[in-house]
């Protein structure tokens, strides 16, 4: 997890690892690429996952969504709604837990450091008050790519994830930022991701294989990436989840197995990966 700042993010604390944990994905309007990609790495982590639901961009929406989602979810993960100028997801949110609105420091601090290196000049008045405005007790998650905070909350044992529409910043920030604490509520505390070089720069091909793989076996996740050390197509980084060394060497040959023959099927030219000094 990426260092942000002093006290950015709260311990996690110990608590019991449940085998069955539920997830409900909101994508508001707009933001169902990032929901669907969200979806699919929480269902590689064990989670039981509903949605990508769609919900209107609004507070009352977003409130009602999140409301009816905290009784049966151990976490619940909300995408898109989160722009300058516009942010009701985070009205809603905050609604939805009684928590009032606050203007959080770490997150402006962040807002005017992005627009400052980005477009020269701070981002203000209602359109950066936006983005600043949290429902208290916001853990902030740092957005690399764009101006959009994402933020985590901690409601009676469950975790509320917002992160913004764009799928790359959406991506980064549960990648980089939230997936500590959302893999220590089922145990998947080893994770590890290898690449498989394919000889072709047919997007569509590999697109094929990696869904076909996200429905075969739901705890891969295998994502079409253009890695540097590719020079003759592109890579598919495959990464699998576990709560042991032996069940995580395991699952990663298997995982590997099965991105192979999905990306044979589809006639995909690639390096076979080998294994052995793993």
Known sequence: MKYVAVGAFPAIFERAVKEKAKAKVLAVKGSAEAAL???????????????????????????EAVRSALDSNDVILVTGGIEPGSAPTFEGVAAALGRPLVENEEAKRLVEEYFLLEEGEALAGERARALTMLPE???????????????????????????????????????????????DLV?????????????????????????????????????????????EGLSVAVTVFAKSPEELSEKLAKAVELVEGALEREGVAFVRKDLSGL
Do not use: H
């Open 37 to 63: 990609w969200a979806a699919r790495r929480l269902r590689a982590m064990g989670y039981e996952v509903e949605g990508p639901v769609e919900v209107e961009a609004s507070k009352e929406a977003v409130e």
């Open 137 to 183: 007790g916001s853990t902030v998650l740092p957005n690399a790519r764009g101006p959009a905070p994402g933020i985590l909350l901690e409601e009676g044992g469950k975790y509320l994830i917002c992160l913004p529409g764009s799928p790359a910043e959406a991506g980064a920030m549960l990648e980089g930022e939230a997936d500590p604490y959302v893999r």
């Open 187 to 231: 145990g998947a505390s080893l994770s590890t991701t290898v690449y498989i070089l394919t000889k072709t720069w047919d997007g569509e091909a590999v697109s094929r294989a990696v869904s076909t793989v996200a429905e075969e076996a739901p705890w891969v996740f295998a994502q079409p990436k253009r890695a540097v050390f590719s020079r």
